[in-house]
């Protein structure tokens, strides 16, 4: 059974030293790339592809790793963006059966993240973006955004919202007191990752992001990252907000999910029962979450569900996903 992954990781030493050189930079998370990690990430070639081998993984979609450019100078993350991406194109020339790509964007330049996007979707045949929520104090929902928004819709390519550490001062009011490490881990993988990605999801909701832009596709890791087990709670919001739609339908409508390397047939039962079969997507969340022995794969063929929905877990979904770029141009062009 083919398996494409979409949430596997690489970081370029261009990016680290442009985090090591910002007042921000990765927030203390580069901590958690050092080392065997960090190696990991680095390499495009032969180890990845052993290892990928060894998963029984068939694609990565590549990814630039959390928090990507987002807390970066407007003009370096623009070049950063740019040759980030071009390598990414040559890694796929180079192993075309092997590779496909998500864009880095240069957040802190919205203009300019939605051009460059067109970019790669256009010149380099990316399948979409992969973006951290929010730009330090503004949420993916800031009117800055909306010509991001708009040109992923119209290219009809998915973005893939990622976590990454909450702010300063809700690091200090919820996730400390621990200790450095404790709290790091609190504020990251623990749970604050997920809160803070889930929650830039229901507030495009919210803002009417996808009454606007109803053929906008996002991607949420983690089965969901939080918000796919609460949407019970969440549907109450429909009674005070002012949406076309209620706001379960954004979920089965405009969201599909991944499980990130959590390998829980619990989750994916959920998360089959919110958005439904046909929009679910492996990942295994490279280097962070590899275990040797297959346990991705294994997971997939045990799963509780009908082979032909096995197939498109592993690959179908996610080539029905970004077809419709294709699709759409051809019947644009008729």
Same mark, same amino acid.
């Given at each position: 059974m083919k398996i494409i992954s979409i949430e596997e990781h690489f970081l370029t030493r261009s990016i680290h030293a442009a985090w090591d050189a910002s007042p921000i930079g990765a927030e203390?998370?580069?901590?958690?790339?050092?080392?065997?990690?960090?190696?990991?990430?680095e390499d495009l070639g032969?180890?990845?592809?052993?290892?990928?081998?060894?998963?029984?993984?068939?694609?990565?979609?590549l990814s630039v790793t959390t928090p990507g450019l987002h807390n970066l100078e407007p003009e370096e993350s623009i070049q950063l963006? %740019?040759?980030?991406?071009?390598?990414?194109?040559?890694?796929?020339?180079?192993? +075309?059966? !092997?590779?496909?790509? #998500?864009?880095?964007?240069? $957040?802190?330049?919205?203009?300019?993240?939605?051009?460059?996007?067109?970019?790669?979707?256009?010149?380099? %045949?990316? !399948?979409?973006? $992969?973006?951290?929520?929010?730009?330090?104090?503004?949420?993916?929902?800031?009117?800055? #955004?909306?010509?991001?928004? !708009?040109?992923?819709?119209e290219q009809r390519v998915p973005l893939f919202i990622h976590p990454q550490i909450p702010q300063a001062s809700v690091r200090v009011d919820l996730y400390s007191g621990f200790g450095e490490l404790v709290d790091l881990a609190f504020a990251t993988f623990g749970l604050g990752w997920h809160y803070e990605a889930?929650?830039? #999801?229901?507030?495009?909701?919210?803002?009417?992001?996808?009454?606007?832009? +109803?053929?906008?596709?996002?991607?949420?890791?983690?089965?969901?990252?939080?918000?796919? #087990?609460?949407?019970?709670?969440?549907?109450?919001l429909t009674r005070v907000a002012k949406l076309e739609r209620p706001v379960e339908d954004y979920f089965r409508q405009n969201l599909y999910v991944t499980p990130s390397g959590m390998w829980s047939q619990e989750y994916l039962k959920r998360a089959v029962n919110v958005v439904g079969q046909e929009r679910i997507l492996f990942s295994s969340d490279y280097p962070y979450q590899y275990r040797p022995g297959q346990p991705g794969r294994s997971f997939l063929l045990s799963a509780d569900l009908s082979q032909e929905a096995k197939e498109a877990f592993a690959h179908g979904n996610w080539e029905k996903l970004t077809n419709r770029r294709s699709s759409?141009?051809?019947?644009?062009?008729l």
């Open positions: 203390g998370t580069d901590l958690l790339d050092q080392g065997e990690m960090g190696r990991m990430l032969d180890g990845r592809l052993a290892l990928m081998d060894e998963s029984g993984i068939d694609v990565q979609v963006a %740019r040759e980030t991406n071009d390598l990414i194109a040559t890694t796929i020339a180079k192993y +075309p059966t !092997r590779f496909q790509g #998500f864009a880095v964007l240069p $957040m802190a330049a919205p203009p300019e993240a939605a051009s460059e996007l067109q970019r790669a979707v256009e010149h380099l %045949r990316f !399948r979409g973006a $992969m973006v951290c929520g929010r730009v330090r104090d503004k949420n993916l929902d800031h009117p800055d #955004f909306i010509p991001l928004l !708009r040109t992923a819709a889930g929650v830039q #999801f229901v507030r495009l909701i919210l803002a009417g992001a996808f009454d606007r832009f +109803p053929d906008l596709q996002i991607i949420l890791g983690h089965w969901g990252e939080v918000v796919l #087990f609460y949407l019970e709670r969440l549907k109450s759409h141009a051809k019947s644009s062009s």
